[in-house]
Every structure is written in structure tokens, then in C-alpha cells.
């Protein structure tokens, strides 16, 4: 039997996945729009005009293109995600939550979508329905070293320290990095296990933020010298930290330090 000769619909999609596949976005746009004034009831080429339209930036656009699209298709779980990516990049979190929430519904195995899900919950300081999201999606995929990450992170969040410091050495399992670092100090840490914390901390970075933790865990731990290193190289790469600094010092239980505000500041600074 011969092959059915292609619509010239499907060659119009398959000339634009060819010209997005090389980088030609305007080129890919060209023939989609070329094509939905013929055809504008199209979802699959409003969909893909919609991706395309927020891969350069157009949130607006791609919005109301994946819009139509999943008005035509609403059981489309990818295409519904996508839709909540446009619409959380739009500034529309609630439709965001409602379109990523409905493609989890409709597919509870499709891992990308409770992720995005999870991820958009935590931005919105949801942690405890974010770590659920996170924690389905890892389920889903043990090796999506991303999800395991944020769900920590989102544990951590939602005050549940034990299980953030577990879900974060899960994590680090299958991939490394300094975000989950961070995440895995700052649990040990909160949990009181300053060596612990330390170890971590010193694997996330050159970055303030983890440089001051570090250093508070290295004075309670009674590590003055590492410590004032760490309180150190913290101000010097944001010296809007030092009232944050001053406080955990202060607070710390362990380790002989002044208190004297000009004799505290010399420590600090040098």
C-alpha cells in the first residue's frame, strides 16, 4: 500500500519543528502564522505558536495562544502545562496553579508537570503542597535529580528539617551541586549538627549567604578561627550582611568573642 501523501497542514507543523529544531525561530513563526490564517482552529499549531512565542519572551502572546489551544483541547496534559508555564511568566500564578494542577489530574505519571507544579507551589510559599508535587514527580523519576533537590528545598520550607537533610543526601545520590549543598547544610544546621552542616556548607559555593551559615556553624562548633575566616569572606563579598553576622555571633553558644561594638566590628572586618 502507498503512503497517504501529507496533508498540507502536517507539512506546515513539520517545516516549523524542522526550522525551531535549527534555531530559526522567526522562520518557524513565519510558516505558523501563514498557516493559522488558513487554519486557526488548529490547536496543534496554536500550541506550538505558543511555545515559540514564550521561548523569545512574548509571555502575553504565548499565553493567549496556548489559551486557544487548550480551549479546543482541554484534556491535552502537556499542552495544559505549558500553559501554566505562560501564564505563571505572564504574572497569572492562580490560572498558572489551576493549569498545571488540571494536567496532574489528567495525568498523574507525567513527572515534568508536578514538577513545574512543585516548583511554582514553593515560589508562592505553598511548601507543604509543594513538597507533595515534588515528591510524586521524584517518585515518578529517581533519577530527576532537579525535582529531589527542590523537594528538599521545599521541606526545608515547610519546617520539616529531618526529612529536607534526608531528601537532600537522596538527592545528592545522583547529582551534585551548590544549591544542594545549601539546602543540605541549612537542614543539618537547624537540626543543630554543626560539623555536619559545616561539610556541606563548604561544597556550596562562594556565595555570601552560604559563607555566613558556614561561619555560624563553625563558632558553635567552637571554631573560632574558621569561623571569623568564613564571617570574613562573607562581608567581603556583601558587606550589607554584617547586622545578619553581628546576630548569629552574638547569639552563638560556644566560642569567646567581644562584645564591644568596636572590638565586635575589628573582629568582623579586621
Known amino acids: 500500500m502507498l503512503p497517504r501523501p501529507q496533508t498540507k ?21 513565519a510558516i505558523l502564522s501563514r498557516h493559522l490564517q488558513r487554519k486557526p482552529k488548529d490547536a496543534e499549531a496554536l500550541a506550538l505558536a505558543g511555545v515559540i512565542a514564550l521561548q523569545r519572551g512574548a509571555t502575553g502572546e504565548a499565553q493567549r495562544r496556548l489559551r486557544r489551544a487548550a480551549k479546543l483541547r482541554p484534556d491535552d496534559a502537556a499542552l495544559l502545562t505549558n500553559l501554566g508555564i505562560a501564564e505563571e511568566a505572564a504574572g497569572e500564578p492562580d490560572a498558572a496553579v489551576a493549569s498545571l494542577t488540571r494536567a496532574c489530574a489528567l495525568r498523574p505519571d507525567f513527572a515534568q508537570a508536578l514538577y513545574n507544579l512543585g516548583i511554582l507551589l514553593r515560589r508562592l510559599e505553598r511548601p507543604t503542597e509543594a513538597a507533595e508535587a515534588l515528591a510524586r514527580a521524584s517518585n515518578l523519576e529517581p533519577g530527576h535529580g532537579k525535582a529531589k533537590s527542590a523537594l528538599a528545598g521545599a521541606l526545608l520550607d515547610a519546617g520539616r528539617s529531618d526529612e529536607a537533610l534526608t531528601a537532600a543526601e537522596h538527592a545528592l545520590e545522583t547529582s551534585d551541586g551548590e544549591d544542594i549543598r545549601l539546602t543540605a547544610g541549612l537542614a543539618a544546621k537547624t537540626l543543630g549538627r554543626w560539623k555536619q552542616a559545616a561539610l556541606h ?10 559563607l555566613l551559615e558556614l561561619a555560624h ?32 555571633l552574638v547569639s552563638a553558644a560556644k566560642g569567646e568573642l567581644p562584645l564591644r561594638p568596636a572590638a565586635l566590628r575589628a573582629w568582623l572586618l579586621g
Open 9 to 29: 497542514a502536517k507539512t506546515a507543523l513539520a517545516r516549523a519543528q524542522m526550522a525551531l529544531a535549527a534555531g530559526d525561530l522567526p522562520g518557524a513563526e
Open 201 to 210: 556548607l563548604e561544597q556550596a559555593g562562594q556565595r555570601p549567604e552560604a
Open 217 to 248: 556553624c563553625r563558632q558553635e562548633a567552637g571554631e573560632s578561627t574558621a569561623a571569623q575566616t568564613a564571617y570574613r569572606a562573607a562581608l567581603a563579598l556583601d558587606p550589607s550582611l554584617y547586622a545578619a553576622a553581628v546576630k548569629r
